[in-house]
């Protein structure tokens, strides 16, 4: 089950321009603005895992049972460490761990660039399948293009149709009058760790499974997802 994180109350730092406004005769809550920092703890059992967080925050007017009041608005740029968009099998390739890893970090503070990072992480998965990023004379091949190699080699077209739609993405993200979103660049990384599950964990399911179906029982040569690694003789 996944733990959650628990943040204690933002410590608030008002902007110097905010700060000299209060004196103004015309002044009002909205004028008030300025950074926040924040102290979160991982709830799970065996983590306490300490997460630093920073952003922006700001008063404005908020409909509250039919009548206006005054609410703070608080929009976080940064947590470290980040928050990992999704987990990469074990089996993976570790420059794929990288680029999800890199696209963490820039989640908060330009969804943008998070999904040109996923748009990346899939480039970096080709390359491991031996998928060049070149052509013989020495000119950039298009990830779209890869892909479709990847796919004509054998690949599982469905998770080619995966990796283009984080493709797409991606793309939007690299331009500068990108307006993607958070929710797209989520959408992204669920479509990445679909393709990522079927990539590396379904094949080793079914091997598990098939193993167990030879031995009619448990196959206790196999270790199970729960069995911990071989330790090295003392």
């Not at 796919?151 to 500068?176: M, R, S, Y």
């Not at 979103?181 to 760790?193: M, P, R, S």
Request: aromatic share 8%; with cysteine; glycine share 8%.
């Amino acid at each position: 089950m996944d733990a959650r994180i628990n943040f204690e109350k933002p410590t608030e730092i008002l902007d110097p321009g905010s700060a000299s406004s209060q004196d103004h005769p015309a002044w009002e809550p909205d004028w008030i603005y300025g950074s926040f920092h924040i102290v979160g703890r991982c709830e799970g059992a065996d983590c306490g895992q300490i997460v630093l967080g920073v952003g922006s925050f700001r008063v404005g007017q908020a409909e509250r049972e039919y009548e206006q009041q005054y609410a703070t608005w608080y929009s976080l740029d940064y947590l470290s460490p980040p928050i990992i968009l999704l987990r990469v099998p074990e089996s993976a390739p570790t420059i794929v761990s990288d680029g999800i890893e890199r696209a963490s970090r820039l989640l908060l503070a330009d969804p943008g660039l998070a999904a040109t990072a996923l748009r990346t992480t899939v480039e970096l998965f080709l390359t491991s399948e031996g998928v060049a990023a070149q052509d013989a004379n020495g000119n950039f091949i298009s990830a779209h293009k890869r892909i479709g190699q990847w796919e004509a080699a054998g690949g599982d077209p469905k998770v080619a149709a995966l990796f283009k739609a984080v493709k797409w993405i991606g793309n939007v993200g690299t331009h500068e009058d990108s307006d993607l979103t958070l929710k797209d660049v989520l959408e992204g990384a669920e479509f990445l760790d679909e393709a990522f599950h079927r990539l590396f964990v379904g094949p080793d399911i079914d091997l598990r499974a098939q193993a167990i179906n030879s031995a009619k029982g448990p196959n206790r040569a196999t270790p199970g997802p729960s069995a911990s690694p071989p330790q090295p003789a003392p």
